[in-house]
């Protein structure tokens, strides 16, 4: 019969086992939890981003017009009937005027010279009822916004805001979403009410189209020489380094090699000037072309890393079924191995697209335009990119630059979430088991 | 036999050979032309390394040879200004180890523990909803980790610790949202090296009679100290390069002391909720702005990047090097 009770040494007999090992249980349960608690910890996390972002995205805004759009239009018709579907629901609706009158209404209200100018750009008689409406809300109503606040405050404090709004003088309250069509089709701009995306988005598809037409055959090319016709030579192994070394370095390092060579010693490639299509007073090479080319470098090891993966994965047997009908290295490879490696590869290739969507200090780096409204028209062009534009709205104090960055970042999510998508979507379609 | 055999049939055939069987190596030009084109793809890989080292010291040695700048200040004086001549790194490189050692107290731990949860308690279809979210906090770009810095963890910081200690740019909400950043690959790291600890030593701690709890803390996570130093490794390199985050949040100008008995009265230089600049923000500052070539501001960011670049890959090297001594075969 053991007694109850620690003899001092070895382990516990009797009662005390049984307490040792709930004891121990318990521990192991408490962990558990610990455990568990973290990974929550990493759910909420990233809820709490999203939640952030999407919150700042929506809300109510107290803007003050110049001019009154009731007062515009009160003004030009005087005692006329104003025509139909203008004045609807206690809202005006500009785009409903006829050409003529909005033209009319323009001509009367802006000096001058802006009228000489805006008809230069384009003459204002062709313009659509909607664009000249657009006009006449910059030139002349000139919304201006006193006040925001997110959406959480616009569900569920009506009243504090409503007293707020009623402190500033003849503000409008309106519930806005930052992220409209006209968010994502203006250009950028210094007010906050016209600010857009679009030269942003522009110049990330631009820089980005680039970087994949430099680094995805390079790539992929080398990828095949490691897998294929390098075996364990030295300068197989010299490469393989290399490329584990470079998908280590921080990405703002990649931005000075493209700062001290693309945009300084190849400045005449990449401004263009050596093609002689550009100006040579303003080229400079600050251009998409070296940030194309920066960022190409920069996914190059990510490319190989994941086409090496691809290629690899392809079975053996159908290399050496090659082989035995004859084929060559080159043909076996190009028509039994590629073809079989293309889904991988793709994936890998979408998720360095990604990667590149999303870089901002390299670009910064390499000489992103803090302020540009014109469209880049070619790869010689000047540029900004939708993660710089968020940064430079994000660095500004006022609150309205929060909001746009927010409803910018809601705009680079999306893009990325629909490659991402895209990616897994091939991966399953394409997906073969051998 | 066969040959004569193979010799009628192709002259049967009309071939060009009429009775000759040419059995040597056929020369294929083309072949050797790809795989020219195929190494230097591969060469290429190796100019970026080259133009980099090449591209760095050049430009720091500009930067060096500078009359007013002196190697010596570089390392032991405790302000960067350009504008006066001061160029002591201490400020930006204290700034960029206090906010990766903050992301490094979040980061390491929360990272580790993810990883025991999914590799040793976790259900296959919890596993299964659970990855995709890191994946998707990976995938996140760090501007956006930047704006969440400041417009969410700032405010909170402010709101628990006073709007008086805690600083509207500081490197305490930098850190936390670099911790966050870095989880999800020190979370899946670390997974990779706790799943490859074989089924077989857990089955003998259980038929001992450990829970699983003391399998994992004293038998898997052991077995796989390699895998999780070399992990460890390369969340701390990727945190001391990480730049968007700090360029937002942690401030726009370096914390400059007059000197070190002022770094060091009351601790004041590990004050975490004051504002910094660490290397990487203020090579970011600096280039958005008006740069002239051959100016002291350029040559001077190319040695903080140089400094960068000699950090993280010796963090690199030190990882690789800890897989290839400790790594256990099984």
């Not at chain 1, 809300?137 to 805001?161: C, H, M, Q, Y």
């Not at chain 1, 400079?284 to 194309?292: D, E, Q, Y």
Request: with cysteine.
């Amino acid at each position: 019969m053991i007694e109850d009770g620690w003899t001092g040494g070895g382990y516990p007999e009797g009662s005390r086992l049984q307490s040792f090992v709930t004891g121990r249980q318990r521990t192991g349960q408490i962990w558990k939890t610990l455990f568990l608690g973290a990974t929550m910890a990493g759910i909420i996390a990233l809820f709490a981003l999203l939640y952030n972002v999407i919150d700042d995205s929506f809300g109510f805004v107290a803007y003050q017009n110049k001019v009154a759009p009731e007062v515009l239009v009160s003004e030009y018709y005087g005692t006329q009937p104003v025509p139909e579907g203008v004045l609807s629901a206690g809202e005006v609706r500009l785009e409903a005027l006829p050409t003529a009158d909005q033209v009319a209404m323009l001509k009367g209200r802006v000096s001058a010279g802006r009228f000489r100018a805006l008809e230069a750009q384009q003459p204002l008689a062709d313009r659509s009822s909607a664009e000249l409406a657009q006009l006449l809300t910059a030139e002349v109503i000139k919304p201006e916004i006193v006040a925001a606040w997110t959406l959480t405050e616009s569900l569920f404090d009506r009243a504090r805001i409503a007293a707020e709004a009623e402190k500033l003088s003849g503000a409008r309250l309106d519930f806005r979403s930052w992220v409209t069509g006209s968010f994502l089709t203006s250009p950028q701009s210094s007010k906050p009410e016209l600010a857009g995306v679009r030269t942003a988005i522009f110049g990330s598809l631009w820089v980005t189209l680039i970087a994949f037409v430099f680094s995805v055959p390079l790539g992929v090319g080398a990828a095949i020489y490691l897998e294929e016709y390098g075996g364990n030579s030295r300068l197989a192994q010299l490469i393989e380094t290399n490329i584990n070394n470079l998908a280590g370095v921080p990405s703002i390092i990649y931005g000075m090699l493209g700062l001290a060579v693309f945009v300084r010693v190849l400045e005449p490639l990449t401004s263009g000037k050596l093609f002689g299509v550009v100006d040579p007073t303003t080229a400079n090479g600050r251009t998409v072309l070296s940030a194309g080319l920066t960022i190409g470098l920069l996914i190059l090891p990510l490319i190989i890393i994941n086409a090496r993966e691809a290629i690899r994965a392809v079975p053996h047997a159908l290399r050496e079924a090659g082989y035995g009908l004859g084929a060559t290295k080159w043909q076996t490879i190009s028509a039994h191995v590629l073809p079989n490696a293309v889904p991988g590869i793709l994936t890998g290739v979408i998720l360095a697209i990604s990667r590149a969507l999303g870089e901002t200090a390299p670009l910064v780096v390499v000489g992103a335009s803090t302020f540009i409204v014109v469209d880049p028209n070619g790869p010689f062009a000047k540029f900004t990119t939708l993660p710089i534009q968020i940064y430079q709205w994000t660095a500004r104090p006022q609150a309205e630059f929060q909001h746009l960055a927010a409803g910018a970042i809601l705009v680079l999510l999306v893009l990325l979430l629909a490659m991402n998508a895209t990616a897994i979507l091939l991966r399953n379609k394409y997906a073969r088991s051998y | 036999m066969i040959i004569d055999a193979a010799a009628r049939s192709s002259s049967a055939a009309g071939s060009s050979f009429a009775g000759e069987l040419f059995l040597g190596r056929r020369r294929r030009p083309k072949e050797a032309l790809i795989q020219g084109f195929l190494i230097f793809c591969g060469v290429v890989s190796i100019l970026t390394t080259v133009g980099i080292v090449v591209v760095l010291v050049e430009e720091s040695l500009a930067f060096f040879l500078d009359p007013n700048v002196s190697l010596i200040d570089f390392f032991t004086t405790t302000a960067w200004q350009p504008k006066i001549g001061q160029f002591g790194i201490f400020p930006l490189l204290l700034a960029t180890l206090l906010t990766s050692l903050i992301g490094m107290l979040i980061a390491l731990p929360l990272g580790l523990a993810i990883a025991i949860y999914l590799s040793e308690y976790a259900t296959p279809r919890a596993r299964q909803t659970l990855k995709p979210v890191l994946e998707i906090l990976a995938g996140v770009p760090t501007v956006v980790y930047g704006y969440f810095a400041l417009n969410f963890i700032t405010p909170i910081l402010r709101g628990i610790f006073g709007r008086d200690v805690v600083e509207i740019f500081n490197m305490a909400s930098a850190g936390l949202v670099i911790g966050i950043l870095i989880l999800p690959l020190v979370a899946s790291m670390s997974e990779d090296a706790l799943s490859a600890v074989p089924r077989g030593l857990r089955e003998g701690a259980y038929a001992l009679g450990a829970t699983k709890f003391e399998t994992a803390i004293k038998i898997v996570v052991p077995a796989a100290l390699s895998g999780l130093g070399a992990a460890f490794i390369v969340a701390i390199s990727r945190a001391v390069g990480e730049t968007m985050v700090v360029a937002i949040a942690a401030g726009s100008g370096p914390r400059n002391f007059a000197s070190w008995a002022d770094a060091w009265r009351g601790l004041a230089l590990f004050n975490p909720f004051a504002s910094g600049e660490t290397m990487t923000g203020h090579i970011v500052r600096i280039s958005g702005g008006d740069l002239s070539y051959d100016s002291i501001d350029y040559d001077s960011i190319f040695s903080i990047a140089l400094m960068l670049f000699v950090i993280t890959l010796a963090l690199n090297i030190i990882s690789q090097w800890i897989v290839r001594r400790y790594r256990m075969r099984y």
